[in-house]
């Protein structure tokens, strides 16, 4: 099977020697945003290059033992546990090489909202957090709580989070839209099946390699007190900070952090994410247009539902769907990410 042709490797290589060479340059580092810009792209290459050579040795390890078959020596069952295991490989590299958008390989922040439901949709949203906080530890990624607003009786109104790792944007972009929750509810004494939603939204991170210009007369400030966990730092200083972006109307809270000036600092970086992101939303609205079928980010279009009492998780844009709802709970969202993204795929 040759498979340079299909993903483009000679362009990768190119990319490679090319970036390479300006690593040489003498003046390579008077520039240090562009140089940091320049090295995690090189980074990025060579990554995907030795995944790539990875899928490449499986693929000759079945044709190897193909030709031991033939000739008498080995078993049929074990060319046909490497064959699957080629395949699988296959797929998961045509998989990541659907982020090749540069924000594709930025960090993520992810922001839940509870909809109608009441403590129901509050709880739901505290699932939801959890479900992409598991998610994302299993890749290898950090997670910070950027803020959060804690529900009346259980669960959270609102909820953000950053998630550090490389594609974790990329990954994580079909989230967008509304999430339905079908259940038996823990909350109502006639333990009637219960519906509640929550909104799931994902913008990227924008870090030194994209450069987002904001105009500090522009920025409204606001401080206040810390909410939720945080022991006995939460609620006795003001450390808290919300700006208001005003051409936008964009506004980003932060209470990461216990120093108020570290908090202004991530909610400027939150900020340029939404201008960054909102650029992109205007670079593609013609694209949308086109794109009738395509779930947007409101109320009333659920991208998927968890119908716990069925024991069904269905995405409505994709139509994956699995019966294992307490392992896409804690966690198990990659074949609903990568339906999402392959058959995004195939309609570009």
Known sequence: MFLGGIFDVDERQFQIEEKEQQTLNPNFWDDPQRAEGILKEL????????SYEKVKAKIDDVEVLYEFLKEGEGS???????????????????????LNKPEDELGAVLEINSGAGGTEACDWSEMLLRMYTMWAEKQGFKVSELNRTDGDVAGIRSASIEIKGDFAYGLLKGENGVHRLVRISPFNAQGKRMTSFSSVFVHPMVDDRIEVEV????????????????GQHVNKTESAVRVR?????IVVEC???????MNRDKAIQMLKSRLYELELEKQQAEKEKVEAGKMKNEWGS???SYVLDDRRVKDHR?????????????????DFLKAFLMNSTVEN
């Not at 105009?215 to 939720?228: M, Y």
């Open 43 to 50: 980074k990025s290459h060579k990554a995907w290059l030795a």
């Open 76 to 98: 049929e069952e074990e060319v046909d546990a490497r064959y699957e295991e080629a395949v699988e490989a296959v797929e998961d590299l045509e998989f990541r090489s659907t």
């Open 215 to 230: 105009n500090p007369a522009d920025l409204e400030w606001d401080t206040f007190r810390s909410s939720g966990a945080g």
């Open 245 to 249: 972006h005003l051409p936008s109307g």
């Open 255 to 261: 209470q990461q952090e216990r120093s108020q000036h």
């Open 302 to 304: 659920q991208i998927r």
């Open 318 to 334: 994709t139509g994956h769907q699995t019966s294992q709802t307490e392992a896409v709970l804690d966690g198990g969202l990659d």
